[in-house]
């Protein structure tokens, strides 16, 4: 799979490109889907901490509005095929050829239920005093649209700092981070998809998905491809990680703070 020029300056340029050609043919889709929906009924890695409600205090009595498995091929190593080598290569267009690429998470947005994902970035997640240089495809594993939760991302803004985020709503019971102040979202841009197509986004390329309004999950993996991570070259800080207090991280021993979302 190769990226024209253009496309590949786009990415460059907006800080995301979304790429309609599919990356899953129609078996594969079949194959994934299958595995995805047992491995979100058995709630795979909860014990981990890696299954989480990314939207709401995640308590054991409720159903999630936003599930999420990190590192979904460590229980159901299936999910990986050549679909992988393929996204790697198209990374590799525009990392460069020291980059690893891998699954890191699946994202369900249930039908009727499935809250909105607010605007952020994804840096905001990790390890304030480390330097990022990376990528992440979303491949939505059914048509993504507005209705259903299609991404969105604000045009241009993987030039920004990381901005100030907090746990959604301000709840540090909540896994999930939103900007503070999203006024700053003024470039917006959908990315529609049919199934098996992908966007790429930036490792701070501000993006946002709608809740899912339609009767029918919104099924979404992530492969994540990076660069080597450096130390960041100044004191840099994200408080709104070290007051974060959720129940993923008891399960996971108190050790599940800076992953990725
Ligand atoms: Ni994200």
Redo the contacts with the bound molecule.
Sequence with gaps: MKLTAEQIRSFHNSGFLAVAEPVLDGSELNRLIALYDRMFAEQAGRADGNQFDLAGPDSENEPARLSQILHPHRYFPELRGAYVDRLHSVAGQLLGPEAKTEIFHAILKPAGIGVR?PW???EA?WKPDRQYRSI?IWIPLQIATEENGCLWFNDGSHEWEVLEHRSIGGDARVHGLELVDDSVIRHAVACPLPAGGFTI?RNRTA?YAGPNLTEAPRRAL?VSSVLPDRPYPALRRFPWNEVKNTQRKMRAGGDAGSD??
């Design positions: 994902t952020h970035q994804d997640y992440s986004h993006h992530v990725h979302t």
